[in-house]
């Protein structure tokens, strides 16, 4: 027989990645008394198999810009910077040539107007800053001082842990949450290890899993997983020092941000079709702590009607492409190959599904590649609407 929780919580986050997280946060800093069920031990999903660069640069000025900038704020906080692997060191994208370096110039012209500090580098003030970067690539950069990067592996357990220490959050790993009901004064969930859980509100941020709970609902969403495919190499030499978010020419041409440069379209048109352009490439470094670089990534999607056709498979041709992209973009030392990865995440056309779908459930999900930069302040918006 089930067994009924006795208290009767203020919310019950489903998911324990990084929309779980925030949205359990905002609630016990409210006060709130909040339980937290996680399928797997620790989660595993996109929250920790990502670059962890939070990057508002990347989206267009707008209301997710500006969470972008809010999410700066929250993680420069003493609370979660001093807790976790958070670390300021800003983004460049490198230009290649002189149609990505035009774009980079019309982007300043964009952050000028909108408020956000950046700046412009030459050739040469990139390579005093990163050494390491290719003279026969590099045109120039622009520079983004205020963006972060963190540890996506230990940034979630990290607060998960802090928000058990501090706050009190009931945190139930490997329970999945099997239904959802909404009953006359109370949401009732229950999980795979027979507990009925009860709590005035409900907010399931339940990731790429998208069959467990509300699948109908879910398939009115025009939902599209995407696959990663990202590398680690081996720790680099102890004096190589990449400093923080380094962006290149693909991804000029391919994050949104750049859509509202007056070339850009020109530019993507004239962009000639290649391997890695077929995979949906652009290459990103980012140094981990243990002096390793994470690499990658790549872009496959397909329908949420049709996840159970998608590839789990590694694709070794495509790990050597970028590879060997990344080489001739920054110098590696050390450019073994020490582990390799797929992420898995859902996107919308309509950029996310933040539905309450009755007075006591919402649904967060699909918010793509933005999760790590802005759903720290998407969360606090709904946990505001929520308990005021």
């Not at 790993?173 to 009860?198: D, I, M, W, Y």
């Amino acid at each position: 027989m089930a067994r009924r929780s006795r208290t009767l919580s203020d919310l019950i986050v489903v998911g324990g990645g990084v929309l779980g997280v925030w949205h359990a946060y905002h609630a016990l800093r409210k006060g709130k008394r909040v339980v937290m069920l996680e399928r797997n031990p620790v989660p595993q999903g996109a929250s920790v198999r990502n670059f962890g660069q939070v990057v508002p640069s990347g989206l267009p000025p707008g209301i997710w810009r500006e969470r972008g900038k809010r999410a700066l704020k929250h993680y420069g906080s003493p609370e979660i910077s001093e807790n976790t692997s958070i670390r300021q060191n800003g983004s460049v994208y490198l230009a290649s040539d002189e149609d990505e370096w035009l774009l980079l110039q019309e982007m300043k012209l964009i952050n000028d107007n909108d408020g956000y500090e950046c700046h412009l580098l030459s050739d040469k003030e990139v390579f005093e800053r990163w050494p390491q970067a290719s003279r026969r690539y590099v045109r120039g950069g622009l520079f983004f001082p205020q963006e972060m990067s963190v540890e996506p592996t230990r940034l979630v357990r990290d607060m998960i842990g802090l928000m058990i220490a501090k706050y009190g959050l009931e945190y139930l790993p490997k329970v999945t949450a099997l239904s959802c009901r909404e009953q006359e004064h109370f949401a009732e969930v229950t999980g795979s290890n027979g507990a009925t859980l009860l709590a005035e509100q409900v907010i399931v941020c339940s990731g790429h899993e998208l069959r467990t709970l509300f699948a109908e609902e879910l398939l009115k969403h025009d939902l599209v997983t995407a696959r990663l495919q990202m590398i680690q190499t081996v720790p680099q030499p102890k004096d190589y020092q990449l400093k923080g978010n380094i962006l290149t020419g693909l991804t000029i041409r391919r994050y949104e941000a750049f859509h509202a440069c007056p070339s850009y379209q020109r530019v993507i048109d004239e962009m000639p079709d290649s391997y890695l352009r077929s995979q949906g490439v652009h290459i990103l470094f980012k140094q981990a702590v243990d002096g390793s670089l994470i690499l990658g990534d790549s872009h496959h999607y397909t329908r949420n009607a049709t996840t159970e056709t998608m590839s789990f498979e590694i694709d070794y041709a495509l790990n050597q492409a970028m590879l060997e992209e990344a080489m001739r973009i920054m110098e590696i030392p050390k450019p073994q190959i020490a582990s390799t990865w797929n992420g898995y995440y859902t996107q919308t056309t309509k950029e996310v599904v933040n539905t309450k779908i009755s007075d006591r459930v919402r649904i967060v999900t699909g918010i793509g590649g933005k999760g790590m930069t802005t759903g720290i302040s998407l969360a606090e918006e709904n946990i505001q609407a929520t308990f005021g």
